[in-house]
């Protein structure tokens, strides 16, 4: 497997959670309370996240407010989900997952595979327009 670096994985980590979020509540701030309880880590850690998510582009950061998705933050957070909804839908629809299951060995790699592997998958399957647990995938 490629070496993913732990800048990677903090993003995916917190950008997943937000942008699962967003449709609902474009302008929802997320505190480093949830997601110090999500993670069960302290606040600190949190907060430090933030920042690199903030000096990265992706998340605008207010200290006692928490964070909220830059423009870039929601190109990039569509992105990984949409990785990661293509791969629910295939490991669901071609190999029979529970939608749990699906969502659970598609958290595992969506970070590893590339957006040229995830177009190929998409065209193979259709273009599907909705993962198995109902939420759209994005397409662009």
Not at 30 to 42: D, I, R
Not at 51 to 68: F, R
Request: some cysteine; hydrophobic content about 30%; proline content about 5%.
């Amino acid at each position: 497997m490629p070496n993913i670096n732990m800048k990677e994985q903090t993003i995916s980590k917190y950008l997943k959670p937000i942008i699962r979020n967003y449709d609902q509540n474009p302008n929802k701030w997320f505190s480093t309370k949830f997601f110090a309880e999500k993670f069960n880590v302290h606040p600190s850690t949190v907060t430090e996240h933030f920042q690199s998510l903030s000096m990265l582009g992706l998340v605008e950061y207010k200290k006692y407010k928490g964070i909220k998705l830059t423009p870039h933050g929601i190109k990039q957070g569509q992105i990984l989900m949409r990785k990661h909804r293509i791969l629910e839908y295939f490991f669901s629809n071609e190999l029979g997952l529970t939608c749990e299951e699906a969502c659970k060995e598609a958290s595992k790699i969506d970070i590893y595979i590339s957006e040229k592997i995830i177009d190929k998958i998409c065209t193979k399957l259709e273009h599907p327009r909705v993962c198995p647990c109902g939420h759209n995938i994005f397409h662009y």
